[in-house]
Antibody, heavy 115, light 107 residues
Framework: EVHLAESGGGLVKPGGSLKLSCTAS????????MNWVRQAPGRGLEWVSS????????YYGDSVKGRFTISRDNAKNSVYLQMNSLRAEDTAVYYC????????WGQGALVTVSS | DIQMTQSPSSLSASVGDRVTITCRAS??????LSWFQHKPGKAPKLLIY???SLQSGVPSRFSGSGSGTDFTLTISGLQPEDFATYYC?????????FGGGTKVEIK
């Protein structure tokens, strides 16, 4: 059974940093693109970033480009999101999701940016 | 970036109703279109991919159609568990984008 589990969420001050992790199981992790998607309070879904199966191709949404960094460790079946220069508008539940069609999702990690 | 526009943004319907949600892309995306269901406090759920392919385990009352720029999600015979927010999403571009969502509420 495919399972994705996010961790690392929490409360951080504006300008601070946080690193999210997503650990996968139940499938051949190194064969799939992985993604981060977020939902801010009262807002819709927003794609954040994608990383190809081998890590060669990386993409970011405009709102996080230059501040967030996606990476993966295929030996650990994990994908990460390093978030720097955090802003109040980055407050959201962050989900990791598998493949370009986002066929499986984790339960999400809450990130709150507030002083 | 490719913009995705959903309509309506919300609707009220009764159990048993047929519900249709539309999604328009700002440029042709062929059939690279997915639909998701999202309930509060839960992970989003993939319903339809490639415009009309039903994801495994999804009830057959959900169907998708369209190509190019115009797409439709239809729920034939709304069930109590279908009250949720629905999103379209394009996978034509590597810069993925979602529609704004359609909240389906109980009439």
């Amino acid at each position: 059974e495919v399972h994705l589990a996010e961790s690392g969420g929490g409360l951080v001050k504006p300008g601070g940093s946080l690193k999210l992790s997503c650990t996968a199981s139940g499938f051949t992790f190194n064969s799939y693109t992985m993604n981060w998607v977020r939902q801010a309070p009262g807002r819709g879904l927003e794609w954040v970033s994608s990383i190809s199966s081998g890590g060669d191709y990386i993409y970011y949404g405009d709102s996080v480009k230059g501040r967030f960094t996606i990476s993966r460790d295929n030996a650990k079946n994990s994908v990460y999101l390093q978030m720097n220069s955090l802003r109040a508008e980055d407050t959201a539940v962050y989900y990791c999701a598998r493949d370009m069609i986002l066929d499986y999702w984790g339960q999400g990690a809450l990130v709150t940016v507030s002083s | 970036d490719i913009q995705m526009t959903q309509s309506p943004s919300s609707l009220s319907a009764s159990v048993g109703d047929r519900v249709t949600i539309t999604c328009r892309a700002s440029q042709s995306i062929s059939r690279y279109l997915s639909w998701f269901q999202h309930k509060p406090g839960k992970a989003p759920k993939l319903l339809i991919y490639a415009a009309s392919s039903l994801q495994s385990g999804v009830p057959s009352r959900f169907s998708g159609s369209g190509s190019g720029t115009d797409f439709t999600l239809t729920i034939s015979g709304l069930q109590p568990e279908d009250f949720a927010t629905y999103y379209c999403q394009q996978t034509y571009s590597s810069l993925l984008t979602f529609g704004g969502g359609t909240k389906v509420e109980i009439k």
